[in-house]
Nanobody, 129 residues
Framework: QVQLVESGGTLVQPGGSLTLSCKGS????????VGWFRQAPGKEREGVSC????????YYRDSVKGRFSISRDNAENTVYLQMNNVKPEDAGLYFC??????????????????????WGQGTQVTVSS
């Protein structure tokens, strides 16, 4: 059974840092396009950062460039999202997604994500002083 389990979401002050983790089971994340999406109240889900399966490249939405970093630990079968200098607009429910598909990071991160992909249950990030 394929499962993605996110963790690491918490209350963080503006300017603070946190790391989200996505642990995969029943699948090898190094064989998949993987990514982080988020959804704020009243807004559509949006792609934050992804790792493509076609070349291992990465993609970041403009608002998080220079502040967030996505990485993958193949031995742990885990994908991470390091979030630095967090801003109030970064708050939301963060989801991990993965699919065994050949695709670039850019296209994997577009729109609201692939409904046919595997998704975790989400981890909540709250930004407040």
């Amino acid at each position: 059974q394929v499962q993605l389990v996110e963790s690491g979401g918490t209350l963080v002050q503006p300017g603070g840092s946190l790391t989200l983790s996505c642990k995969g089971s029943g699948l090898r994340l190094d064989h998949h396009a993987v990514g982080w999406f988020r959804q704020a109240p009243g807004k559509e889900r949006e792609g934050v950062s992804c790792i493509g399966s076609s070349d291992g490249g990465t993609y970041y939405r403009d608002s998080v460039k220079g502040r967030f970093s996505i990485s993958r630990d193949n031995a742990e079968n885990t994908v991470y999202l390091q979030m630095n200098n967090v801003k109030p607009e970064d708050a939301g429910l963060y989801f991990c997604t993965a699919k065994n598909i050949i695709i670039s990071a850019y296209y994997w991160c577009q729109g609201t994500g692939d409904v046919y992909a595997s998704w975790g249950q989400g981890t909540q990030v709250t930004v407040s002083s």
